[in-house]
């Protein structure tokens, strides 16, 4: 089994940043694309951003040039540094990971989200 942890949510100001990270645990022998999504009262969850294991990303048009996305594969981890934050970024963010197992067999994960306020 794997297990998908998330952090670093919070409330912050519009103008703020937050940095997220969603560890990643269990049976995993690779660990494909990573990503976050989002989902706020009343809308569909979308997503925000992805990174490959070779390190290409891709990006909610909402959101371009102001997050960015990383991992670090050593540490089956993958991080979302948020700037200039929105009201309209609020919402629960959620990370996914496309994980083949020891076992090879290759699932999609979720962690369990973490809340994510821009207000004053």
């Known amino acids: 089994q794997v297990q998908l942890v998330e952090s670093g949510g919070g409330v912050v100001q519009p103008g703020g940043s937050l940095r997220l990270s969603c560890a990643a645990s269990?049976?995993?022998?690779?660990?494909?694309?990573m990503g976050w999504y989002r989902q706020a009262p009343g809308k569909q969850r979308e997503l925000v951003a992805s990174i490959t294991s070779d390190g290409s990303t891709n990006y909610a048009d909402s959101v371009k040039g102001r997050f960015t996305v990383s991992r670090n594969n050593a540490k089956n981890t993958v991080y979302l540094q948020m700037n200039s934050l929105k009201p309209e970024d609020t919402a629960v963010y959620l990370c996914n990971a496309d994980v083949l197992s020891r076992t090879f067999i290759r699932d999609d994960y979720w962690g369990q989200g973490t809340q994510v306020t821009v207000s004053f």
């Open positions: 269990g049976r995993i022998f690779r660990i494909n694309a």
